[in-house]
């Protein structure tokens, strides 16, 4: 049976490797490395203490997870930064997103042997619930290539595309969901 939870300190082990043996799964045209990097240890017990990492298990089994966070963890690398020039830039946009009233949702992983079966969806609907005490809105990108991707936060998550940009050299959607409707 599947269940969903926040993310503790003994699962860091299990996701790091996870982020190292899937960082590309999503990727059509394999090949590409994200715009980040596989999150370290470290980084992934930043995000467990004071961010939010959920995790889908079955029979104790970690077999997807997703992370949203504030852009104070995120801004750390030159995309995200990127972005919130962008959302600062696009002040006159409705909804005005801030890093504020936003935060940075991705990047969500899902064992091949579960996909179809709803983890998304369970994964996503539970992450949403978690950060709308804190957040008005959530922010993430998906590369142009990434179709699958497109199409399940957009036909799954309800999230809209808010904007198209390239950075070094890869175009991505500027994907946005409103928390508190």
Partial sequence: MLQTRLATLKDVAVLASLERQHLNDELVSGGFNLAGQAFTPSELTQLVEKH????????????GYVIAGRWSFFEAWPIYRFILKRLEKNNSDSPR????????????????????QGVFEALVARVYQEVAPSFEHMVTFIAEENERSLAAHTRKANMQVKDFFTFSDRDYYLMHLELRQ
Avoid: F, H, M
């Fill in 52 to 63: 939010w990492v959920l995790v889908a298990e079955v029979k104790g089994k970690i077999i």
């Fill in 97 to 116: 997103l801030t890093r504020q009233n936003s935060c940075q949702y991705g990047p969500i992983w899902i064992d091949k042997a579960y996909r179809g």
